[in-house]
C-alpha cells in the first residue's frame, strides 16, 4: 500500500492505492484539498493500470504501414538514427518536443533540459499552454509572480464572497465544492458562465448569484463589474495607494463601461452587474467584510483576449484591495493535475527551471551552471503550442516531434488540421501508457509507467508540492521517461547527466530552481513525502510559503500593477451560415482528451458518447429531439454528436464536451487563433451552425461570403 | 503592426473640433489603427476637463455615480490636446481651423465632433440677453435653472438639490421635458428627496418611444416612486423671483411652483462651425456615407453634431460606430492594416443591422428599453375582414402562418426573393398593468426587428442581444416575453416525487434507485450507503439528498432489514473501506 495522490486534475486528493488479490484499490485519504472526499474518476482510477490494451513493448512502424512490437533497445536505435538524419539534412531545430502537465515536476524538469541539452532545440512546448498560459501571463504582469492559488485553498472556506469566472468545479473537481459552503451560507458565491452548470447551480436558494453572459464577454462583465465598484464608490483607495501602480488608468478605462452598456455587449441585466459587484464589496477587508476571492478557471481564459480578461479579473479583486490580504485574494484554478509545476521547470518555449527566463542571461548561466554545460550551447526561446504546431512537417519547420504526455489528435484546437500536421513529420515518437489517438500515429511508440506505478513530485494547484508513491510494480516492458531521457542521452552522446532516478532528478531541480521566482531549493523527495510544501521553499530549513504577498507583491518595487485592458471581439464570430456559439468544457465523467477515463467502464457508462447540449427553443426551431444525432460545423470541421436538450444553456449557445475523439471530436470544431501575449488558443467559443444530421448537408458559402 | 512611416512623406494632420465621447472613441479607434508616426492629430476641446462620460451624468444626479468616476482615459500618447480652446472659425481655403486663442491649426483631415447643446426652449423668464430664441446660450439662464449636459452642469444640480425648503419641507424640482433625459433626472432628483414634477408636452412620458399602454404602465411606475408628472402640459411661462426661478405656468394656468428647474427639452446640434464655412447643415451637419461633407471631403462630422444618410437619432451608440467607421477608413487610406480584426468589441452585432438604435432609461425603478420599430397597430390588416380594424382575428392568423414559415424556411441566406413578399412585422404584446409591464415586441422572418419594454427585469438583456446580434428567435415568438423561454418544467424535490432515475450524488453517478437498492439491502445508515454506493463521497453536496431518502425509506419500511442479503447491487462495485 502507498500513500499518494489522485493521477487526475490539480486538486490532486490524497489517496491510499492498495495492491489486493481483486486488484489494485483506491480509497480516499483526509487531505485539506479533498477532504476524504474522492470524485466517480478517482475512485475509479486504478482501472487505468490495467486496461486491456496498456502499452507494454514499444512500437515501430514497419514498412507495411504499421506499429510492430521491438525490443526497447531497436526502438532506441531507430528514434536516435533517424534523429541524426534529421539533424544532419535539417539542423538542430528541426526536432521538436511537446510535454504535457499531467508530468511530474522529475520529468518535466528533465524534458526540458533534454530539449535544451541533448537535442539542442528551441522547440519545446506543452499543453499548459493550452490551460494555464493565460492565467500566467496576467499574474506575472501584475504580481510579478504566477501560482495559480497564492493561498491555501482551504482560506476559501472562511470567505463571504466568492466569484467564480470559467469554472465549472462541481464537475471538474467536486470534492472542491465543499470549500465553497461558506460563501454558499453567506448568499456570497458569484458563477460567471453561459451555461447553467452544477457549479451556477450551487448559486441557488439565496447562495449567490449565476451571471449567464454571452460567450466570449467575460471581459467586458469584469469591466461592467469594476466600473460599478469604483462609481458607487466601493473601491478600496487605502490599498490602492499604499500597494498598487495603474489604478487610474483603469478606473479611467472602465468609466466607459457602465452597467447598461454592459448588459448589451454581454447580455447580463445591468442589475445583476451591479448587484454582484455590490456583493463582493460588501465581503472586502476593507467594507468591513468577511474577506473575498477571485477566481478565474478555462472559460474566462481560453480566448484570443484570454491574458486580457484575466488582467480584468485581477483589476476589479486589486480594486476591491483583495490580493495579499489573509482571507482574500485572486487565484487561478489550475486543471491539469500538475499544470503548476509543469509550468514552472522548463516546459514551456521561453523558459528554463525556476521559472525563469531563457533570455535572462543570468539565468542561463545559472541553469547551465547545474546541468554542465556552456551557457552559450542552451537555445534560445521557441514558440508557444499553437505555433509550434503549425510547423510541424514545413519545409523550415519541424521534421521530428517527441510527444509526452500529451494526446494532440484530441486536444489541440483545429485538432484535424494538427493530425493531418502530425502525419507529415519523418519521425513522431510518442510517449504513454495506452495507444491514444496520437500514439496511433507515431513511427515509434514507447510505453511509459503511469502514477501509482512511479516516485516523484506533483504541484497542485494552490503550490504545494506533494510526493507521488509507486504503489505497484508497473508492467514488464514498461519504464520510466526518466530511464528514456537517460537512454536516449547516452546514446546520442550528450553532455551532462540524465538521472533516471527521481529523488536524483529533484536535488538537481532543486538547485536549478533556487534563486528563480518558483523557488525548490528546499525541497527534497523526504521533505517532500512528510510535509507538502508550498513554495517558495527558498532553503533546506524553510517551512514554505502558504500564502504570498502579504508584504509585498513579487515586483521590482513591490507594489501590485493594474493594466488597463480594452475589450475585444470573439475571433470567430456569429456570422449568417453559423449562427450559434459554441463552448466546449468537460463532463464530471472525463477528463481531458478521454486517453486514460475513455478507457474506465464505469466512466464511459456514465458518459459513453460526445454531446451537443442545447436549448429546447432552439432544437425545437431546429428540428432537433432529444438524442438525434446533430451535425454541428464551424469554419474548420463538423462533428455529430447525440443532442441533450438542456434550458441551462443560454439559447444562442450550445455545448461540447472536449473529451472525445473521431466524429464527436469538439477541438474538429475550436478556433486556433491565439492570445498574442500568452499564445492560449481561442478553445471557448467559435461560430457554429447546428443541423439535424440527417439534414441536407449546406453547401460551403465561398470565402467572399464570409461575414466579418 | 509592422508598417514603418514613410519618412519621405509629411505626416497626415488630422485636427479633432470637440473633445467629448465620439470624438474620444475616434481618437482611440484611430490609435488602435494606425502605427506610429503616419498622422499628427490635434485635438480642440471646449470644456477645460479630461473627456468624461456624459451618459453618466444623470447617474450622478442620482447618486449612483461619483463625479470623479466619470473621467474617461487619456488621448493616446501621440495626439496633442488643447483643453479649453475652442474652434472659432474653419478657413477651407487655407484648410486652417482658428482657436480662440488666435492659434491656427492646419490640417489634412478635419474631424468635426462639437456634439450637440441643450435645447432651452423659447419661454418668457428663460430668454435672455440673446433674446426669445431656442438657441439661447445656457450660461444666461436664471438662478435655479440648468441644463445636464455637462460636468458643470451637474455640480450646479447637485448644489442646488441639496438642503430643504424654509418650511422644512423637501426642497421642489420641475423637469421640463419627459425623455429620456428627463426621466433620469427626474428619477435621481427624486432619489435625492426632492419633490419632483415632470411637464411634458406629449400624452405619455417618453411618448417618442413608448406606445400609450406602456407608456401608461410607465407613468404608474412614476406614480408609485412619488414621481409627478403633467402631459400634454405647455409651458407658457417660467416666473423668476428676485433672479431665480420660482415656477412654471402651463397652458391653461396651471403655475407649478419650483425651486430648481431642469431642462430636457432635446438638444440642438452644434453647427455654427460648419454654417460659417458654408457647409450644408440640415438638423446637423450633412455628410454621406463616408461621413465627409459632400461640399468638401477634407471635413467630416461625425456624432451629435452630424446628420448622416441614416439622419440624426442623439444617442451615443450611432457616433461610436461612425468614430469606428472614420478611423478604419482613414487609416485604410493612410496605410494601416486592420491591426484589431474586422471590429471592436461589438463586431457581434449583424452587418448592416441598425442595432444602434437602442434606448434604454437608466432609473432605478423605471426599468424602460426601446429599440428598432414596432408598428403602433397590430400588423397589415386583411381587406377581406369586417371593418373591425386591426385586431381582427383572419388578420391575426394568418400572419401566425406567414411568420412561422419564414422561420421555418430561415437560416442561411434567408434575405432572399422570398422577402419580397415579407408583411409588416408581427407584433406580440404582453400587458400586465398591475404587474407593472408592458412588453411589445415586433418580429420578421425569424428576427426581433424592434421591442418596446417596460418592466422587463433581467428578460430585457435577452431580447437586447437577440435584436442587435439578429440571432434566429423561437418559432413561436411568443416565448420571448418570459424569461427562460416559458417552458421551464418545475423540478421535482422531495425524495418521493423524484425519478429513481434521477443522479443524486453527481460526483459519482449515484441514483436515487441505486440508494433505493443499497436501502433494500440493509444499508439504513449515511456511512453504509456511502460504503455502498460512493454516495456523498465526492463533494458532499447530496448528503441531506440522501438522507432525506433515507427518511423518507424509513417511514415506509421501519421494520429491521430481514437480514441484509449479502449480494452487490447488481450495478455497483463495492467501494472499499477507508483502510
Same mark, same amino acid.
Given at each position: ?16 492505492v ?9 480509497a ?13 474518476k ?53 526536432? %521538436? ?38 492565467? *500566467?501571463?496576467?499574474g ?41 459552503a461558506?460563501?454558499?451560507? *453567506? ?18 436558494d ?9 460567450? %466570449? ?14 462609481a ?42 451591479r ?6 464589496a460588501?465581503?472586502?477587508?476593507a ?11 478555462r ?28 482571507g ?32 535572462d542571461?543570468? *539565468? ?21 503550442a ?12 519541424l ?17 484535424? *488540421? ?6 507529415e ?9 495506452v ?20 516516485d ?9 508540492v ?21 537512454d ?55 517551512d514554505?510559503?502558504p ?33 450559434l ?54 469554419a ?32 474538429a470544431l ?20 447546428v ?12 470565402p ?5 | ?17 470637440g ?42 444626479v ?162 408609485d ?8 402640459a ?77 439622419g ?75 371593418a ?56 420578421r ?5 424592434g ?49 429513481g432515475?434521477?443522479t443524486?450524488c ?14 433494500e ?17 465526492g ?5 441531506s ?26 450495478a455497483?462495485?463495492?467501494a472499499?473501506?477507508?483502510?
Amino acid at each position: 500500500m502507498a500513500d499518494t495522490h489522485c493521477p487526475y486534475c490539480a486538486l490532486q486528493c490524497a489517496m491510499s492505492v492498495t495492491p489486493t488479490a481483486d486488484g489494485v484499490q483506491v480509497a480516499p485519504r483526509d487531505f485539506p484539498t479533498n477532504r476524504g472526499g474522492l470524485c466517480q474518476k478517482g475512485w475509479t482510477s486504478a482501472a487505468v493500470l490495467d486496461v486491456p490494451d496498456r502499452l507494454t513493448t514499444p512500437l515501430v512502424r514497419g514498412g507495411d504501414g504499421e506499429l510492430h512490437p521491438v525490443g526497447w533497445d531497436e526502438a532506441l536505435d531507430v528514434v536516435v538514427a533517424r534523429l541524426r538524419e534529421t539533424w544532419a539534412r535539417r539542423g538542430r531545430d528541426a526536432v %521538436g518536443v511537446f510535454g504535457g502537465g499531467g508530468l511530474t515536476n522529475e520529468k518535466a524538469y528533465t524534458l526540458g533540459k533534454f530539449a535544451r541539452v541533448a537535442l539542442r532545440t528551441r522547440y519545446v512546448d506543452y499543453n499548459g499552454r493550452f490551460c494555464m498560459s493565460s492565467a *500566467a501571463a496576467a499574474g506575472n504582469r501584475a504580481f510579478g509572480l504566477d501560482r495559480g492559488l497564492p493561498f491555501p485553498l482551504t482560506d476559501l472556506g472562511g470567505a463571504q464572497a466568492v466569484l467564480l469566472l470559467g469554472s465549472n468545479l462541481a464537475e471538474t473537481m467536486p470534492p472542491c465544492v465543499a470549500h465553497l459552503a461558506g460563501a454558499r451560507a *453567506a448568499g456570497g458565491l458569484v458563477v460567471v458562465d453561459p451555461r447553467r452548470t452544477p457549479t451556477a447551480a450551487l448559486t441557488d436558494d439565496g447562495a449567490g448569484i449565476h451571471l449567464q453572459p454571452l460567450p %466570449g464577454t467575460d471581459l467586458q462583465l469584469l469591466l461592467g463589474l469594476t466600473h460599478v465598484v469604483w462609481a458607487e464608490g466601493l473601491a478600496d483607495e487605502a490599498y490602492l495607494a499604499e500597494r498598487v501602480n495603474g489604478a487610474d488608468a483603469v478606473r479611467r478605462e472602465v468609466a466607459q463601461w457602465w452597467p447598461e452598456r454592459v448588459e448589451r455587449e454581454t447580455g447580463v441585466p445591468a442589475e445583476q452587474v451591479r448587484a454582484a459587484a455590490r456583493l463582493l464589496a460588501a465581503a472586502a477587508p476593507a467594507r468591513g467584510g468577511g474577506g473575498a476571492y477571485v477566481l478565474t478557471g478555462r472559460g474566462a481564459e481560453q480566448h484570443a483576449h484570454g491574458t486580457d480578461t484575466v488582467t480584468a479579473a485581477i483589476d476589479l479583486a486589486l480594486a476591491l484591495g483583495l490580493p495579499g490580504v489573509v482571507g482574500s485574494g485572486y487565484g487561478c484554478l489550475t486543471g491539469q493535475g500538475n499544470g503548476q509545476g509543469g509550468r514552472e521547470h522548463g516546459q514551456k518555449a521561453d523558459q528554463l527551471p525556476g521559472y525563469r527566463s531563457i533570455e535572462d542571461p543570468a *539565468a542561463r548561466a545559472h541553469v547551465a551552471g547545474v546541468w554542465g554545460v556552456d551557457p552559450d550551447d542552451l537555445p534560445g526561446a521557441g514558440v508557444p503550442a499553437v505555433a509550434m504546431l503549425d510547423l510541424l512537417g514545413r519545409p523550415d519547420g519541424l521534421a521530428a516531434l517527441f510527444v509526452h504526455a500529451s494526446n494532440l489528435v484530441v486536444s489541440a484546437p483545429d485538432a484535424t *488540421a494538427v493530425a493531418r500536421r502530425l502525419g507529415e513529420l519523418d519521425l513522431l515518437v510518442v510517449c504513454d501508457v495506452v495507444p491514444s489517438e496520437t500514439a496511433r500515429l507515431a513511427d515509434v511508440v514507447l510505453p511509459v509507467t503511469q502514477w501509482a506505478e512511479e516516485d516523484g513530485t506533483m504541484t497542485s494547484l494552490e503550490g504545494r508540492v506533494l510526493r507521488r508513491s509507486r504503489a505497484v510494480a508497473p508492467p514488464s516492458g514498461v519504464r520510466s521517461e526518466l530511464e528514456i531521457w537517460h537512454d536516449l542521452a547516452a546514446r546520442l552522446d550528450a553532455p551532462g547527466t540524465f538521472s533516471p532516478d527521481p529523488d536524483e532528478v529533484l536535488a538537481e531541480l532543486a538547485a536549478a530552481s533556487a534563486g528563480g521566482r518558483a523557488d525548490y531549493a528546499g525541497v527534497t523527495g523526504e521533505r517532500a513525502a512528510a510535509q507538502a510544501l508550498y513554495w517558495p521553499v527558498p532553503a533546506p530549513g524553510h517551512d514554505g510559503t502558504p500564502r504570498l504577498f502579504l508584504d509585498r507583491f513579487a515586483t521590482p518595487d513591490g507594489r501590485a500593477v493594474m493594466h488597463p485592458v480594452r475589450a475585444a471581439a470573439v475571433a470567430d464570430d456569429l456570422r449568417e451560415d453559423a449562427e450559434l456559439y459554441l463552448v466546449t468544457g468537460r463532463v464530471l465523467a472525463h477528463y481531458q482528451s478521454g486517453a486514460q477515463t475513455r478507457r474506465v467502464r464505469e466512466l464511459t457508462r456514465a458518459a459513453p458518447r460526445g454531446h451537443v447540449q442545447i436549448h429546447p427553443l432552439t432544437a425545437h426551431r431546429l428540428g432537433i429531439e432529444e438524442g438525434s444525432d446533430v451535425r454541428v460545423t464551424s469554419a474548420r470541421g463538423t462533428s455529430v454528436v447525440p443532442a441533450r436538450l438542456s434550458d441551462d444553456i443560454r439559447a444562442d449557445t450550445v455545448f461540447m464536451p472536449f473529451h472525445y475523439a473521431g466524429a464527436e471530436s469538439a477541438n474538429a470544431l475550436t478556433n486556433p487563433a491565439v492570445d498574442p501575449i500568452s499564445g492560449m488558443p481561442e478553445f471557448k467559443v467559435c461560430a457554429v451552425d447546428v443541423a439535424p444530421a440527417d439534414a441536407e448537408r449546406p453547401a460551403a458559402p465561398p470565402p467572399s461570403e464570409v461575414f466579418a | 503592426m509592422s508598417a514603418t512611416p514613410p519618412p519621405h512623406l509629411p505626416r497626415h494632420r488630422i485636427v479633432v473640433v470637440g473633445h467629448g465621447m465620439v470624438a474620444a472613441r475616434f481618437l482611440d479607434e484611430l490609435d488602435r489603427r494606425v502605427p506610429p508616426g503616419f498622422c499628427e492629430v490635434t485635438v480642440l476641446g471646449a470644456e477645460p476637463h479630461a473627456p468624461y462620460n456624459r451618459l453618466l451624468l444623470s447617474e450622478v444626479v442620482a447618486g449612483r455615480a461619483d463625479l470623479h468616476g466619470l473621467t474617461l482615459p487619456d488621448a493616446p500618447r501621440d495626439v496633442r490636446v488643447l483643453a479649453g480652446v475652442s474652434a472659432r472659425r474653419i478657413r477651407r481655403g487655407e484648410r486652417v481651423v482658428e482657436d480662440d486663442r488666435g492659434g491656427r491649426h492646419g490640417y489634412d483631415t478635419l474631424v468635426l465632433a462639437t456634439g450637440a447643446q441643450p435645447r432651452v426652449p423659447s419661454l418668457p423668464g428663460l430668454t435672455g440677453p440673446t433674446g426669445p430664441t431656442d438657441r439661447a446660450d445656457p450660461a444666461d439662464l436664471p438662478r435655479g435653472v440648468h441644463a445636464l449636459r455637462t460636468l458643470d452642469d451637474c455640480r450646479e444640480i447637485l448644489a442646488a438639490a441639496g438642503g430643504t425648503r424654509p418650511d422644512g419641507s423637501p426642497r421642489r424640482a420641475t423637469v421640463l421635458g419627459g425623455g429620456v433625459l428627463g426621466l433620469e433626472a427626474a428619477r435621481g432628483l427624486a432619489a435625492r428627496g426632492l419633490a419632483v414634477t415632470i411637464v411634458h408636452s406629449g400624452a405619455h412620458p417618453m411618448d417618442r418611444q413608448l406606445d400609450a399602454a406602456s407608456g401608461a404602465v410607465l407613468r404608474r411606475c412614476l406614480s408609485d416612486r412619488r414621481i409627478r408628472i403633467a402631459t400634454r402640459a405647455r409651458a407658457q411661462e417660467v416666473t423668476v423671483s428676485d433672479g431665480a426661478v420660482s415656477g412654471v405656468r402651463l397652458g391653461g394656468g396651471r403655475h407649478v411652483e419650483t425651486d430648481l428647474l431642469v431642462l430636457t427639452a432635446g438638444v440642438i446640434p452644434r453647427t455654427d462651425l460648419a454654417e460659417y464655412a458654408g457647409l450644408d447643415v440640415d438638423r446637423g451637419v450633412v455628410v454621406g456615407a463616408d461621413l465627409r461633407t459632400p461640399a468638401d471631403p477634407r471635413i467630416a462630422a461625425i456624432g451629435d453634431c452630424a446628420r448622416t444618410p441614416d439622419g440624426w437619432s442623439g444617442l451615443l451608440a450611432p457616433g461610436w460606430e461612425q468614430a469606428g467607421a472614420l478611423a478604419r477608413d482613414l487609416a485604410a487610406a493612410l496605410g494601416g492594416e486592420p491591426t484589431v480584426g474586422p471590429g471592436g468589441p461589438s463586431s457581434g452585432r449583424r452587418v448592416g443591422a441598425a442595432a444602434t438604435d437602442v434606448v434604454r432609461l437608466k432609473a432605478e425603478g423605471l426599468d424602460v428599453v426601446a429599440f428598432g420599430a414596432v408598428p403602433d397597430d397590430w400588423g397589415p390588416d386583411d381587406d377581406e375582414t369586417d371593418a373591425a380594424g386591426p385586431t381582427g382575428a383572419g388578420a391575426a392568423a394568418e400572419d401566425v402562418g406567414a411568420s412561422v414559415e419564414s422561420a421555418g424556411s430561415g437560416g442561411s441566406g434567408g434575405s432572399g426573393a422570398s422577402a419580397a413578399v415579407s408583411a409588416a412585422p408581427r407584433v406580440v404584446t404582453l400587458l400586465d398593468v398591475q404587474g407593472r409591464r408592458s412588453l411589445r415586441l415586433a418580429v420578421r422572418d425569424g428576427r426581433l426587428v424592434g421591442g418596446v419594454l417596460v418592466g422587463a427585469g433581467a428578460l430585457a438583456a435577452d431580447l437586447l442581444v437577440a435584436y442587435e446580434r439578429g440571432t434566429a428567435i423561437p418559432l413561436d415568438p411568443a416565448r420571448l416575453l418570459l424569461k427562460g423561454g416559458g417552458g421551464g418544467v418545475p423540478v421535482a424535490t422531495s425524495p418521493a416525487s423524484i425519478p429513481g432515475s434521477a443522479t443524486i450524488c453527481r460526483c459519482n453517478g449515484v441514483t436515487k434507485s441505486a440508494i433505493v437498492t443499497a436501502f433494500e439491502h440493509g444499508e439504513r445508515t449515511l456511512a453504509g450507503v456511502a460504503g455502498r454506493t460512493r454516495a456523498t463521497t465526492g463533494c458532499g453536496g447530496c448528503t441531506s439528498a440522501v438522507e432525506g431518502i433515507l427518511e423518507w425509506l424509513e417511514a415506509a419500511d421501519p421494520a429491521p432489514p430481514p437480514g441484509a442479503r449479502e449480494e452487490t447491487p447488481a450495478a455497483l462495485t463495492p467501494a472499499p473501506s477507508g483502510a
